[in-house]
């Protein structure tokens, strides 16, 4: 396959696969995506098509058919297959580690950070004004503050998670 023939067949195969594409439920930037990798598997196999103008129009349509057969074919879940709601035992009991290995280096951190980041992992989900009120800071320092926290925090926290 060379440049010319793929610059010469990339406007057509745009074409075809917009035109194709609203019927079959699919995007148009699939079918020509479908369609290049069959031309390639084509070359790779039986060599170029005698009519590359024909053979794509027909690979667009054929395309299109398969992804409408395949849209017919599916059927959505009635809910989510991996709910988070019904976790594992196993699941709660590692979160639970790390929500407890997290609170304990964020109690280890210095000077206004522990209660700033407990602030911001709190579940009331306070906002940056109510958080340096709280904390009796401008509202201004808290985004340098918190960066800087959470850099303490950061540095706390990887020899523990290397260990693991």
Sequence with gaps: MTPDLVASLRPLLAAEASAEAHASGAEPGDLEQAVWLRL?????????????????????R??????????????????????????EPEQLVLAAARHRALRTAVRRLPGRCPRLIEALLSPDDLTYREIAGELGISQGSLG?????????????????VAVR
């Design 62 to 87: 054929a395309e299109a058919r398969r992804a409408r057969r395949t849209r017919r074919a599916e059927r959505p879940y009635a809910t989510e297959p991996a709910d988070a709601a019904e976790r």
């Design 144 to 160: 340098p503050e918190r960066s800087r926290c959470l850099g303490c925090l950061r540095r706390l926290l990887t020899p523990e």
């Design 40 to 60: 390639l598997e084509r070359l790779a196999t039986e060599g170029l098509p005698r009519d590359p103008y024909g053979w794509l129009r027909a690979a667009v």
